[in-house]
Nanobody, 124 residues
């Protein structure tokens, strides 16, 4: 599957953004899907995961309650709705997909397909 992320931008603290990750080549229902982020000078960090069925989600503690991962009914686009944004959310955000079962769903090594990043900047 090929992934294309979009939707990043500049937003004030407290604002909202919705990131999209468009898939081509395969339906997202065949994959475990995730969002990661990478702030300047830091390692890539897991943010959220959506199960293949779409029924289960998990979040990084610092974004739980503010971010929501989801996908459309056609299983072609993954979303990350980000509310109550904070300056510390500033990062390049990446979508990722895992075709095989993995124990490492919060780690980079658990995913074998990556989209290019989209930059989110939250000003204070």
């Amino acid at each position: 599957v090929q992934l294309q992320a979009s939707g990043g931008g500049l937003v004030q603290a407290g604002g909202s953004l919705r990131l999209s990750c468009a898939a081509s080549g395969s339906s997202l229902g065949s994959y475990l899907m995730a969002w990661f982020r990478q702030a300047p000078g830091k390692e890539r960090e897991w943010v959220a995961t959506l199960s293949r069925s779409g029924a289960l989600t998990d979040y990084l503690d610092s974004v739980r309650g503010r971010f929501t991962i989801s996908r459309d009914n056609a299983e072609k686009t993954l979303y990350l709705q980000m509310n109550s944004l904070k300056p510390e959310d500033t990062a390049v955000y990446f979508c990722a997909a895992a075709q095989e079962y993995t124990l490492y769903y919060t780690e980079v090594r658990g995913y074998d397909n990556w989209g290019q990043g989209t930059l989110v900047t939250v000003s204070s």
